[in-house]
C-alpha cells in the first residue's frame, strides 16, 4: 500500500481519465447504486454552482475514492445538490481503510452536515442519528410482492381495491403514465409542490434559479446508469398524481411528488406508487424502489425492507474550535436539555435554517428565507408560552 494523496479538486480541474475512474469506483459496488452516486449527477451541478468540488484520494498513485460535495464558508461540506441529495457520502475503492473523517481531514474540511448520509464506517458516523429508509424489491414479480403485502396490511389494500372501483365510478378513463414527457404535468407537479411549501411554511427549496435549472437539464440529462423519469396519473385527463424519480440500472428513487388537493379522497399518491411498482416488476430496467425515511404511516404499506440511513454532523475532529460550528453544537445541544415545546420549536427552526443553507447560494436568498423562518419561530414560540400560561 502507498502513500496515501489528497486533492479537493474544481470540476474544471477534472480530467476526463478521473470521471472515468469514479465512476468504475461506484460501478465496482453495489453500495452505490442509488443514482445519487452517479458522477454523471455531479458533473450536471458542477455547471449550476461554483462552490461545487470533487475530493479526490488517491493510494499509491490510483484513485481510491471521490467525493462530490459542495465547500461552503469556514470550511464546512454540504451534499452535492443541496437539499435533493437523499443519499450522500463518499464513493470508496473496496480494497481501502479510508474513513470519510479522514477524508475529509485529508482535503481540509473540518465536516459535513448531512441529512441522507451512507453508513460506512462506524467511527465516522459516532454522532449521527440512524433511521431505516423505506425499500421495496419486486424482483420476485408483482403477484408474489402484492400478496404478501395484503397479508401484511390488508387493511390497506381493502382501502386500494375499493378506492380504485370508485375511481371507475367516478371517471371514464383512469391513465397511467410510466414515462410522462409533458411539459404540462411536469410544470404542475412544481406548482403543487411549491404551493404546498407556501401552505406549510417550509422554505421553497424549489425556489433557487440553480433548482429550477437543475430540474430542467435532469429532464434530457441520461446516462448508462441514470435517468429522470416522470410518472403520473390522470382522471378523465385531469392531472391526480405525479412523481419524479431518479433511476439508476438498479434503483428507482422517489424524489419529488405531489398531489391535486380536490382528489384527496382517491389516494392518487398512493395509486402512482402501487401503479409503477407493478410495472417495475413487469418490464426490464430498475428492480428496487427507493422511498427514503420518513413518513412511515405511508411508505410502510409498499415497503418490503429498510436500509439504515444518517443524519447529523460528520466531523473530520472532534472538535472543531470555531464560532459558527460551536453555536451550532450549542443550538443542538439545547434541543436535548430544553424541556417540552420550545425543544421542539428549536428542533424545526434548525432544520428550517438547513434547508435555507443548502438550498439558498446568494446573501439576497438566505437574508429572505432566514427572515421567513425567525418570523415563524417567533409565532409559534409566542404561541406556546400564551399556551403555557393558559
Known sequence: MGQMKYRLLRPAQMTEDLWDAFAALRDARGL???????????????????????????????????????????AWARPIGGPFSDWHGPVLSAGTSLSPRDFLRGVGLLGMSTFGWLPQDPGSEIRLRLAGANMTTVENGWAGFIDEQTRRWPKHFKKMRRLARNIERDFSECEFRYDDQSDETFERLIALKRDQFA????????????????????????????RLRLVSLHFDGQHAASEL???????????????????????????????????????QGPKIYDAGPGLDHYK??????????????????????????????????????????????????????????????????????????????RAAMELAESGQAD
Open 300 to 377: 410502510r404499506h409498499y415497503s418490503n425492507y429498510q436500509v439504515p440511513v444518517g443524519s447529523g454532523v460528520v466531523r473530520a475532529r472532534s472538535l472543531a474550535f470555531r464560532p459558527d460550528r460551536l453555536l451550532g453544537q450549542a443550538w443542538r445541544s439545547g434541543e436535548h436539555i430544553i424541556p417540552g415545546r420550545a425543544a421542539q420549536l428549536m428542533t424545526q427552526s434548525r432544520r428550517r435554517l438547513d434547508q435555507i443553507c443548502l438550498s439558498e447560494t446568494g446573501t439576497l436568498g438566505r437574508l429572505s428565507g432566514l427572515g421567513k423562518a425567525f418570523g415563524r419561530t
Open 32 to 74: 452505490y447504486d442509488d443514482p445519487f452516486f452517479d458522477p454523471l449527477y455531479a458533473r450536471l451541478l458542477a455547471n449550476l454552482r461554483t462552490d461545487t468540488r470533487i475530493a479526490v484520494a488517491e493510494e499509491g498513485g490510483e484513485p481510491v475514492g471521490f467525493w462530490a460535495l459542495h465547500r461552503r464558508p469556514g
Open 245 to 283: 424519480v431518479l433511476q439508476s440500472d438498479k434503483v428507482t428513487h422517489g424524489w419529488i411528488t405531489a398531489f391535486e388537493p380536490e382528489m384527496a379522497q382517491y389516494s392518487p399518491g398512493n395509486m402512482v406508487v402501487q401503479m409503477m411498482l407493478e410495472r417495475m416488476a413487469g418490464e
Open 199 to 226: 401552505r406549510t411554511g417550509r422554505h421553497d427549496v424549489l425556489a433557487p434559479a440553480w433548482v429550477q435549472s437543475m430540474l430542467e437539464r435532469l429532464r434530457s440529462a441520461e446516462g448508462p446508469r441514470f
